[in-house]
């Protein structure tokens, strides 16, 4: 699976951006998904992640009521909706896919990354 992270930019604090990711290769359907960023100096976290079939999600408190995770796997893509962003919230964005039944906060357990895409927010 190849993965390739879209839609980062520069935003003002308070506004809204989407992520997109889209995946190439067979049974994109099967893996759970999530999202990462990294912060100048600091550890890759988690934002969140959503498991293979979309019925189940998880969110890190940072970001929890202020962004949403969800996928199309006709369209092989999976996205990030932030809103209400924040300075705190500027990082290097990255999607990967890992392949289990339960979804997994663990970057270590993620079998496939894309790129990442760059995200600002000025306050």
């Known amino acids: 699976v190849q993965l390739q992270a879209f839609g980062g930019g520069l935003v003002q604090a308070g506004g809204s951006l989407r992520l997109s990711c889209a995946a190439s290769?067979?049974?994109?359907?099967?893996?759970?998904m999530g999202w990462f960023r990294q912060a100048p100096g600091k550890e890759r976290e988690v934002v969140g992640a959503i498991r293979w079939n979309g019925g189940s999600t998880y969110y890190a408190d940072s970001v929890k009521g202020r962004f949403t995770i969800s996928r199309d796997n006709a369209k092989n893509t999976v996205y990030l909706q932030m809103n209400s962003l924040k300075p705190e919230d500027t990082a290097i964005y990255y999607c990967?896919?890992?392949?289990?039944?339960?979804?997994?906060?663990?970057?270590?357990?993620?079998?496939?990354w894309g790129q990442g895409t760059q995200v600002t927010v000025s306050s």
């Open positions: 990967a896919a890992h392949n289990g039944m339960a979804i997994t906060t663990r970057s270590y357990e993620y079998n496939y």
């Open positions: 290769g067979r049974a994109f359907g099967s893996y759970n």
